[in-house]
């Protein structure tokens, strides 16, 4: 390939600057270097500030719904590759829009790591150990729900900050257990934590939870070749059916949504869920399929569990 990035050259990789977006941006060019056998200095990592890294909007105590979530981590991001000030952007899958911008595509993911979330409880070793009325912490709609579906005496509290912060609130007694993607964790190399992973059977995953999405500019073809090579297909075949599913159900985050799918040879397995916020209603479902036919899939366990929710079910409001 002529033209490859060097030192004097870079490629340009545009990241967030919390510690696991920055971590996510070093696996991307440590792959890409191997790749092409090319220095780490082909690679230049640059941090954009986004409106959601901004700590007075995130200090505050509002929701993050109620600041307005569509975007609020990939707007200056998306900005920043539409006008070539960076190359490609690197992106947890888990926070992506169903759709992406003109000029924009995002068909690179990285091998994906364990999709699980993870029960963060220095006292207490699962949720069924937690006591009658036991304060847990998260800002995740889903997981909210799926806690409440299971354990309505429970009280949550919005729980908000990157790993660090939520990490600190635990240890502040602010709550006494929240929730984490092993992802996240492991990633960041967090073996201190005190973590226990939960099945998919007990918490189904968010959409796309645990892979890294690499984007980049629809025109830019020396990009689109070299993402080629490190694109991990079958993560791209679970996130197709997934990401489908999720843009089925109209997926805002005003709903919650869970999806998992898993692939065995040439066979995919979807499993989904839809609650209602309060965690008084859940439909969950699963579907089976060529792996091919992921994005059908996903359309259809949509429209399965929707038939089944009835109408309105997802326009509920929290
Ligand atoms: N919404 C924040 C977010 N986006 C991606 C991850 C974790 C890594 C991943 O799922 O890929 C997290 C934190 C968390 O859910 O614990």
Do not use: W
């Not at 207490?124 to 998260?138: E, F, K, M, N």
């Not at 919005?158 to 502040?172: A, I, M, Y």
């Not at 997926?251 to 869920?273: H, K, V, Y």
């Amino acid at each position: 390939m002529t033209d490859m990035p060097s030192p004097s050259a870079p490629l340009k990789i545009g990241t967030r600057g919390s510690p696991l977006a920055l971590a996510q941006a070093h696996e991307t060019r440590a792959r890409l270097s191997a790749a092409f056998d090319l220095p780490e200095a082909a690679f230049e990592i640059c941090v954009i500030k986004t409106t959601g890294d901004d700590r007075s909007l995130i200090d505050a105590d509002r929701p993050l719904k109620e600041i307005g979530n569509k975007g609020l981590f990939t707007k200056e991001i998306e900005e920043a590759l539409l006008e070539g000030r960076i190359d490609i952007a690197v992106h947890s899958m888990k926070d992506m829009p169903t759709f992406q911008p003109e000029g924009l595509i995002l068909d690179c993911n990285l091998p994906r790591e364990d999709v699980r979330d993870a029960f963060i409880c220095p006292a207490y070793r699962s949720l069924h150990d937690l006591p009658q009325g036991a304060v847990v912490g998260t800002s995740s709609l889903r997981r909210r729900a799926q806690l409440l579906h299971r354990r309505p005496d429970l009280k949550v509290v919005e729980f908000r900050g990157n790993l660090q912060t939520r990490l600190k609130k635990l240890g502040d007694g602010v709550a006494a257990a929240t929730f984490l993607a092993c992802a996240g964790l492991n990633r960041l190399g967090m073996t201190e934590v005190p973590a226990a992973p939960i099945a998919t059977e007990d918490m189904l995953p968010a959409v796309a939870q645990g892979a890294i999405g690499i984007e980049r500019r629809s025109d830019d073809a020396r990009t689109q070749r070299m993402l080629a090579s490190v694109h991990d297909a079958p993560t791209g075949d679970r996130l197709a059916a997934e990401r489908a599913f999720l843009a089925a159900l109209d997926g805002s985050c005003e709903t919650p949504i869970a999806g998992l799918a898993e692939i065995d040879g040439d066979q995919l397995r979807l499993r989904g869920e839809i609650l209602k916020t309060d965690g008084s209603a859940a439909f969950a479902g699963e579907i089976r399929g060529p792996v091919a036919e992921g994005a059908d899939l996903g359309r259809r366990l949509a429209a399965d569990l929707l038939g089944r929710a009835g109408p309105g079910f997802l326009a509920h409001k929290a």
